[in-house]
């Protein structure tokens, strides 16, 4: 398919949160209030109109945060109209929300539905008072159920839930009741994260206090394959490194980013990609809300990917999701056969069993999955055979 015809989604930014976890280091902000709500939203919507829309159909928007659903659901409504009136949706169209327990009423999701949102993805995260506490989360464990019930009540059939493993002090026994109780819930899709200690976060600081303990990595790896299993008896199938769901309910908006489909952004410190062109906007709130509010582009910086940048990266994201790269569709985009054009990295993988090849895909074998990141840097570092082109 022509990069141009491609089908495209919208990441729209909502950086307000009532806490920061401990862990985070996403672009958030704490104490802003309902006036710089409103402002923020009509500042996404000047943005919005200023936007150059892709060809190929529209297909997702995501809201992700920071704590989408701390906010008035009427603003979202407003953004979702204000793209609607430029843009057709597709009739498969995914609208996501990111949603915290504890932030939602049953009138703020029967607007959020009302408006067209059809996906919740709800920050879960332990299924212990104490893992929640532990990492600053807003809630504990009764609201997650409360979240999910009322999400049923307004009329929610898709909805992801969100858990971290790995979590300082945890044991195998908590993560097993953390995932069986995420399964009680029924979601129709779950993203389980290995815990990252991400630098300059109040983690990192415990950590190098000696005031926490991370489990073993065997501890953690096991985690991983127990609820992979577990999951895959439950229905709800591995589809990409952290991502399981019951077939037909994979993350739509998600499949841009890892198919290097292309995606506008909106909001503070939002990325967008289009065509090997990536661009992505100031992180600051107010500094973002000032430049739109003064009719100027809110974009920080951009990058050219070159054609092999594009390339491996194409692969690299394609090989996390578990039907690998197709080996037709990257010959499609690209004009050439990935294990050509990749032949000595993919032969030094497939030798070290982190891949297989087929003629019609290459994908992560189950210790490729366990080094992905080793995967990555072959890639990365891999010179194409020009040979071959
Ligand atoms: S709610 Fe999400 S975005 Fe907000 S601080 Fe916690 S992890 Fe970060």
């Avoid at 929300?97 to 029967?110: A, F, H, I, M, S």
């Avoid at 009680?184 to 630098?199: D, F, K």
């Avoid at 739109?292 to 940048?309: Q, T």
């Amino acid at each position: 398919m022509s990069p141009f015809t491609l089908p495209w989604g919208l990441y729209v930014h909502i950086p307000f949160c009532q806490a920061r976890c401990t862990y985070c280091d996403f672009n958030t902000v704490t104490g802003m209030g309902e006036g710089d709500h409103i402002r923020y939203v009509e500042a996404l919507v000047r943005e919005w109109s200023g936007e150059e829309i892709p060809d190929g159909p529209m297909v997702s928007i995501f809201f992700g945060g920071g704590t989408p659903s701390l906010i008035d659901p009427q603003l979202l409504a407003q953004v979702i109209q204000a793209v609607r009136a430029r843009v057709p949706f597709a009739a498969e169209m995914e609208i996501t929300v990111e949603t915290n327990p504890g932030t939602v009423t049953d009138d703020k999701l029967r607007i959020l539905r009302e408006a067209g949102v059809n996906r919740l993805s709800i920050g879960a995260q332990a299924r212990q008072n104490a893992h929640l506490i532990a990492l600053n989360r807003i809630h504990d464990v009764a609201a997650i159920d409360d979240t999910v019930r009322m999400a049923r009540a307004a009329g929610f059939a898709n909805i992801s839930l969100d858990a971290i493993y790995g979590l300082p002090g945890q044991t195998m026994a908590e993560w097993q009741e953390t995932v069986e109780g995420l399964l009680r819930l029924g979601p129709q899709h779950l993203s389980l994260y290995a815990l990252i200690v991400e630098a300059g976060t109040p983690l990192q600081q415990q950590l190098e206090r000696g005031a926490i303990r991370l489990p073993h990595d065997d501890v953690t790896a096991e985690m991983a394959d127990w609820a992979e299993q577990r999951l895959t008896d439950a229905g709800l199938l591995p589809y990409e490194i952290s991502n399981y769901a019951q077939p037909g309910y994979e993350s739509r908006h998600n499949r841009l980013y890892w198919q290097l489909e292309p995606y506008l952004a909106l909001g503070a410190g939002a990325h967008a990609y289009v065509e090997g062109r990536r661009w992505w906007n100031m992180r600051g709130v107010r500094r973002y809300m000032e430049m739109v509010e003064d009719g100027r582009d809110p974009m920080d910086n951009e990058e050219k990917l070159s054609r092999d940048e594009e390339m491996r990266e194409y692969l690299w994201l394609g090989l996390r999701q578990r039907r690998g790269v197709v080996r037709m569709e990257f010959q499609d985009r690209f004009g050439r056969d990935p294990v050509v054009v990749f032949e000595p990295a993919f032969a030094a993988l497939n030798e070290q069993s982190l891949v297989t090849v087929s003629p019609a895909a290459i994908q992560l074998t189950r210790r490729g999955r366990d080094v992905a990141n080793v995967v990555a840097r072959a890639l990365v570092d891999a010179s194409p055979s020009e040979a071959h082109s």
